[in-house]
């Protein structure tokens, strides 16, 4: 499967920003999806991610409460709708697809992994 990451820019503080992540082929829907960010000379983190049905997430606690992941496998897209950002949460952001279905929040348990969005908030 072939991930492609998108909706990154420039944001405010205290602004919201949506990121998409498009995949192909016809087994989207069975893949447990997620988002993890790498913000500059900092290892790669996880942000939130997603079961195959969408009925189960997961967040990391720095995002709790401000950030949202959905997904519509009629659109093989998930999604990651951030609001309240943070200038930490400036980063590159990666969607990752996780062939178990569960929606880890283990980086080393997803097998495909998307090319990174840039993400900056400016405070």
């Known amino acids: 499967v072939q991930l492609q990451a998108s909706g990154g820019g420039l944001a405010q503080a205290g602004g919201p920003l949506r990121l998409s992540c498009a995949a192909s082929?016809?087994?989207?829907?069975?893949?447990?999806m997620g988002w993890f960010r790498q913000a500059p000379g900092k290892e790669r983190e996880f942000v939130a991610a997603i079961s195959w049905s969408g009925g189960s997430t997961v967040y990391a606690d720095s995002v709790k409460g401000r950030f949202t992941i959905s997904r519509d496998n009629a659109k093989n897209t998930v999604y990651l709708q951030m609001n309240s950002l943070k200038p930490e949460d400036t980063a590159v952001y990666y969607c990752?697809?996780?062939?178990?279905?569960?929606?880890?929040?283990?980086?080393?348990?997803?097998?495909?992994w998307g090319q990174g969005t840039k993400v900056t908030v400016s405070s």
């Open positions: 082929g016809r087994t989207f829907s069975t893949y447990g």
């Open positions: 990752a697809a996780d062939r178990a279905g569960y929606g880890s929040p283990y980086l080393n348990q997803y097998d495909y």
